[in-house]
């Protein structure tokens, strides 16, 4: 179960990872750009399309569809089959299993954790104050989620984009979930499974999750992993300071003029492409944008206002 089925041998192997909550957008059309250009620069190479539909109650199979032809209109040509983490439930169990000395039940309803937070003056982002983690387990495993143990040793990692970034997993997140009282595992060990799973060795996504790779370096470390290199590229924001996301109803990506918006998706990367008048065809330009692909131009911050790049 866990030998990936493609062995990364001198292959460079990328995916794209969409959760199906919503259509693409243009933040979502930046973030299939940038992972497909830094995988097919390598002869060879395989860029793989999971989606991560864990979620059931928010992933709709409707926006699965929409993605997934939204991708192939833009001109994106994937390897392999689609991977669907809705299908890998007995992996991620015994991925889990292989965890349980690290994990403990809790029965902290978010009731509790916010009204402990409220009374936490000492961070924004919530920190889990470790309520459950010495209880001795009789109470009812039903309603409990897992927590996995976080150590409070310096995980640092060197990131390609935005270089050395270090998180103290213990000061700074808190013991996390994997598995939620519903049984659904979380996205943290999910992804380190698949990521895994599909021998996946370079992973670009935005930096809206820079601060997730942590807690997935400490995964990996637990269950015998080789870590993947990591690009974090700047998350596109709108004038207000908020993130594009599926969630703030950003609106979907243009059909209509893909020439013209994949231009802005690789101005927005720090690449230099001509007019779109240069291309006759959306495939004359991937051409150019796959030879002329600059990893290291794209620039060093986690976020861009949306205005200043179109
Ligand atoms: N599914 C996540 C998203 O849609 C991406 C996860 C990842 O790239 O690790 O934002």
Redesign the pocket.
Known sequence: MYAPFFMPKNRHIG?????P?GPLHFG?LI?ATA?YLNIRQYKNSLWLLRI?DLDRQRSLERCTKTIINQLEAYGFRWDKEIFYQSQRTKAYQEAFDRLSDFIYPCSCTRKILQAAQLSSTQRFSYIYPGTCRNKPTTQDLNNCSFRIRANSYEHCFTDQIQGKFCQNLASDVGDFILKRADNSFT?QLA?VVD?AFQGVNQ?T??A??LD?TPRQLYLQNLLGFTPPDYAHFPVIISNDGKKL??QNQSPEVNSNDKRATLIKALTFLGQSPPDVSEFAHLDDLWTFAIQNWNQNKIPKVLSQVLPQVL
């Open positions: 995916r794209f990872a969409p959760s909550t979502s973030a992972s991560e996205y992804v990521d992973v996504r935005g809206d999750l997730n996301s599926k």
